[in-house]
C-alpha cells in the first residue's frame, strides 16, 4: 500500500495528558499537512511541511501543539495538555511540489482523539 | 460568513437518480477546485481536481466551474447506495493549505 497512512487510527486519553499522532506521507510527496476535522464540518488547516522546514501553521495551533517532520519523510503531530475540545479527527495529508505548486493533496485514514 | 459555503443536507435520492451537490465561495483568489468523498469515520478520497472554469468528466462523475459567479458544482449519473457519504468541496489559491465546505451527506437509496 503507497497510500498515506496515520497511526494510531483511535486514541483515548484523559484531560491533562500528552498524545502523539504519527503519519507517513506518500513516498515521493514533498509536502506534508495536518488538519482537524469535527463533527459535521469539513476539515480546517492545521500546519504544513516542505521537506523538513515547517512554512505555516494555522491560528488554530495553540502553544499546546507542536509538529515535527525532522527528516522530511513522516511527522508527528504532539498535543500537550489535551483539553475536552482536542477531540476531533485529525488528518495528514500529503501532495508533491512541482514547479513551484503543489497539487492534489492526498489524504490518510485519521487519528481520531477522544478526551475523557 | 465562511469562505466556502455547502449545503449540509441530508439529501436522499433513488437509485439511478443524477446527483447535483453545490459549493458557493467568496475568495476570487481561489484558482484550484476539488471534490473529495468521505465515508463515515474515514479519511477524505479525492474525486476530481480541477483549475480552469468549464466541465471535467471522469466516468459517472463531472464537475463544474463557474468562477465567474464563484459556483462549484459536482454531478452523480446513475447514483448507487455505494455512493452514501459525505461530498467535501475543496479549494485553494497558489500553493498551500486547502479550505474546505462543510460537506453534504449524500444518501442513496437502492
Known amino acids: 500500500d503507497t497510500g498515506v497512512s496515520q497511526n494510531p487510527r483511535h486514541k483515548i486519553t484523559k484531560r491533562g495528558q500528552n498524545v502523539t499522532f504519527r503519519c507517513d506521507p506518500i513516498s515521493e510527496h514533498n509536502r506534508l499537512y495536518w488538519y482537524r476535522q469535527t463533527l459535521g464540518q469539513g476539515p480546517e488547516f492545521l500546519t504544513y511541511f516542505q521537506n523538513e522546514a515547517q512554512l505555516e501553521k494555522s491560528r488554530l495551533l495553540s502553544d499546546r501543539f507542536s509538529a515535527e517532520r525532522p527528516k522530511g519523510s513522516f511527522s508527528t503531530l504532539e498535543i500537550q495538555r489535551t483539553e475536552q475540545g482536542d477531540s476531533a479527527m485529525y488528518l495528514c495529508a500529503s501532495s508533491l511540489l512541482i514547479h513551484g505548486d503543489s497539487y492534489e493533496q492526498y489524504f490518510g485514514p485519521g487519528t481520531r482523539l477522544t478526551v475523557t | 460568513q465562511k469562505e466556502v459555503e455547502q449545503d449540509p443536507g441530508p439529501l436522499s435520492v433513488p437509485e439511478g437518480a443524477i446527483v447535483s451537490l453545490n459549493c458557493t465561495y467568496s475568495n476570487s483568489a481561489f484558482q484550484y477546485f476539488m471534490w473529495y468523498r468521505q465515508y463515515s469515520r474515514k479519511g477524505p478520497e479525492l474525486l476530481m481536481y480541477?483549475?480552469?472554469?468549464g466541465n471535467k468528466e471522469d466516468g459517472r462523475f463531472t464537475a463544474q466551474v463557474d468562477k465567474s459567479s464563484k459556483y462549484i458544482s459536482l454531478f452523480i449519473r446513475d447514483s448507487q447506495p455505494s455512493d452514501s457519504a459525505t461530498y467535501l468541496c475543496a479549494m485553494k489559491w497558489y500553493g498551500n493549505k486547502l479550505v474546505f465546505g462543510a460537506g453534504t451527506i449524500l444518501r442513496v437509496k437502492s
Open positions: 480541477t483549475y480552469s472554469s
